[in-house]
């Protein structure tokens, strides 16, 4: 299937490219041809020159060098038809055509030049997305998963948000978390949470010993960025210093019907059961990660029922505080229950669907959704 929309989008886009290929051809045939018709004193060689322009704006030097030939040619063709080439009005304006399609195609092999780098920026990005980001996996023991992110940026492959999944001994072990700000800084804060993540979830049986060691993987750079003396940008200092990780931190069992959670300041997951979107408010929530040397903290499991048919829902805040053009919040709790009993693919490809349209086709921030259905157990 994803094969097939491969080659019906390469199809369509070659579609697109031949039609604008020929739209430059099409106005040198149609300017020359009544500029043939038109009495001599009638001058519409002038027109030829939005022929080149036209061709730099969507292809390379080459093409756009052979469009400007094709135009000069076309008006030596009407100055020959005309009065001569001789013709010092007909000189004039060949001159300036060769020298305006010179000026395009400089244009155009810049352009061509720009977008190179811009490509070579999006695979790099892409890379860096599969390494910080991983991939969940589709199933994990009794549970199918799906995860998107969509980011707000259309060249940034990955920001702040962060999710991830990781198989322990008696279960399957998630979280999704949101970082404090953008651009560089968020990234690495994401890329120090995951890896904490990935190493430590394994290694830690109490789901509140492994939410403490990840505060400890935000809190050391924010002690940096305060008390470092360096002579090191101000303003970077200080935003590393009000850095804080929002996150859910979950373990779900393989042979038990629940969940526990750990609440870190992050939106509450949404358990989708029989029509209904019913939020999972933990009753003792944490603060976020980076920001629990501030307060006596102690970090409290939460049980919630689980069972076979269930889906959960995690999401980021680019979710729920995404607007319209009426400034309208995202209603996701309503728009989840009306997709309750989809899978988790179908799921997320609604309501990802439906936030875009909700945002007027491009979101104000990050965001990041991940279903999680409890399937029979083998057997």
């Not at 009065?83 to 010092?88: A, P, Y």
């Not at 702040?160 to 990234?187: E, N």
């Not at 988790?344 to 279903?371: F, I, Q, Y």
């Amino acid at each position: 299937m994803a094969s097939r929309r491969f080659v019906q989008s390469f199809r369509e886009s070659g579609r697109r490219r031949n039609s604008l290929v020929a739209m430059p051809f099409a106005l040198i045939a149609l300017v020359t041809v009544v500029d043939i018709v038109t009495p001599s004193d009638v001058h519409l060689g002038p027109f030829l020159v939005a022929a080149p322009a036209l061709a730099a704006s969507f292809a390379g030097p080459h093409l756009t060098a052979f469009v400007g030939a094709v135009a000069v040619l076309a008006q030596s063709l009407v100055a020959v038809g005309h009065t001569g080439v001789s013709d010092l009005n007909h000189t004039y304006q060949i001159v300036a055509l060769i020298l305006i399609s010179a000026f395009v195609t400089f244009f155009a092999h810049l352009r061509e030049r720009n977008e190179q780098a811009v490509t070579q920026l999006r695979s790099v990005a892409e890379a860096a997305q599969h390494v910080v980001l991983r991939p969940l996996p589709v199933r994990s023991g009794p549970l199918r998963i799906a995860s998107v992110y969509l980011a707000a940026e259309a060249e940034a492959q990955i920001g702040g948000d962060l999710y991830a999944a990781a198989r322990t001994s008696d279960g399957t072990r998630l979280i999704i978390g949101d970082v404090r700000g953008k651009g560089l800084s968020a990234i690495g804060e994401a890329a120090s949470v995951l890896g904490a993540f990935h190493a430590l979830s394994r290694q830690e049986s109490r789901l509140p010993d492994l939410v403490a060691h990840l505060e400890l993987s935000v809190a050391p750079e924010q002690d940096f960025a305060v008390h470092d003396g360096g002579d090191g940008d101000g303003d970077e200092d200080e935003d590393l210093a009000e850095s804080f990780v929002t996150a859910a931190v979950l373990d779900i069992p393989d042979a038990a019907a629940e969940l526990h959670l750990v609440s870190c300041g992050h939106p509450p997951p949404l358990l989708l059961r029989a029509g209904e979107a019913i939020p999972l408010h933990v009753r003792v929530p944490a603060p976020p990660l980076g920001l629990a040397h501030l307060v006596v903290t102690e970090h409290m499991t939460e049980t919630f029922a689980f069972g076979v048919g269930d889906t959960l829902l995690l999401y980021t805040d680019g979710v729920i505080e995404s607007r319209n053009r009426s400034g309208v919040f995202y209603p996701l709790r309503e728009r989840a229950a009306s997709w309750c009993g989809q899978t988790p693919e179908r799921l997320l490809e609604s309501l990802c669907a439906d936030l875009v349209r909700h945002a007027g086709g491009r979101l104000a921030d990050d965001a990041a959704l991940v279903a999680i259905e409890r399937l029979p157990a083998p057997g």
